[in-house]
């Protein structure tokens, strides 16, 4: 079963030791929202000591994308944020969310200044000055959407034509072509082929820092059950013993 399955860390869990009534329960509670859910995530600048819990609202920015922001006529959403540790420059916090908005974490991190650390699409300056603190995105939503669609559109990532490609096909035209012999496979064809314009594009290579964000899934529970994962390597505090770690986190 996947659950939170819009949010930026889908959660599984397995249905094969569970029962009916079981998976009744589960399902009445998850509807009704009486989740205990904590995340751990990773910022950009030194978080407060004091526990900050911020309450603005979320609504919908890019629909065809999914990209939220914060609005006054967005959803109701909460969230809590903890200061676990810091290093002087980023600092690894504990969330706890009690309504499931899409990308709640990324944008409540956001609107109060410390947004997620590889968040490619929240942690940019496409989204004002101050990369959206306090929804001062200083431009009117409309222009936002546009500028923010237009920052992750699809087509930034079109592979180009080969710009030799068309200067080398005139030089085969002006050449003798050597007809293909007949007992000739496809085995025997080279895997690069210097006519099809498939083969002649230059390919955008994604980097490696698109495929992680810094944000995870720790624990979910209820009255009744709990399950949790363990921290992930980067945000452990390699400064602090593992004993001191599990108080941090209490």
């Known amino acids: 079963m996947l ?7 889908p959660y599984w869990v397995s249905c094969e030791s569970i029962t009916t009534a079981q998976a009744y329960e589960f399902k009445k509670t998850l509807k009704e929202g009486n989740w205990s859910k904590e995340y751990i995530c990773m910022v950009d600048g030194v978080f407060p000591d004091e526990e900050i819990e911020c309450n603005e609202p979320i609504g919908t920015l890019v629909i065809s994308m999914g990209i939220q922001c914060v609005r006054p006529d967005g959803k109701p959403a909460r969230s809590r944020f903890k200061k676990l540790w810091s290093d002087g420059k980023r600092s690894v916090v504990s969330v706890n969310i009690y309504t499931g908005r899409t990308h709640q974490i990324r944008v409540h991190a956001q609107f109060l200044g410390y947004p997620i650390v590889g968040d490619r699409i929240y942690n940019s300056s496409v989204w004002g000055p101050s990369k959206g603190k306090g929804a001062e995105y200083k431009k009117p939503y409309e222009e936002l959407c546009n500028d923010v669609r237009e920052a992750h559109r699809g087509s930034n990532w079109h592979e180009t034509v080969d710009p030799e490609y068309e200067s080398r096909m005139e030089k085969m035209a002006s050449e003798e072509l050597t007809p293909e012999p007949f007992d000739y496979g496809s085995q ?16 955008k290579k994604v980097p490696h820092d698109h495929f992680q964000l810094f944000l995870h899934c720790l624990k979910y529970s209820t009255e009744k059950w709990s399950y949790s994962t363990s921290m992930p390597e980067w945000a452990i505090n390699s400064n602090v013993n593992s004993t001191e770690q599990i108080l941090l986190q209490t």
Do not use: G
């Open 188 to 203: 025997d064809r080279p895997s690069y082929d210097p006519i099809c314009l498939n083969c002649n594009v230059v390919k």
């Open 3 to 9: 659950v939170d399955n819009m949010r930026s860390t």
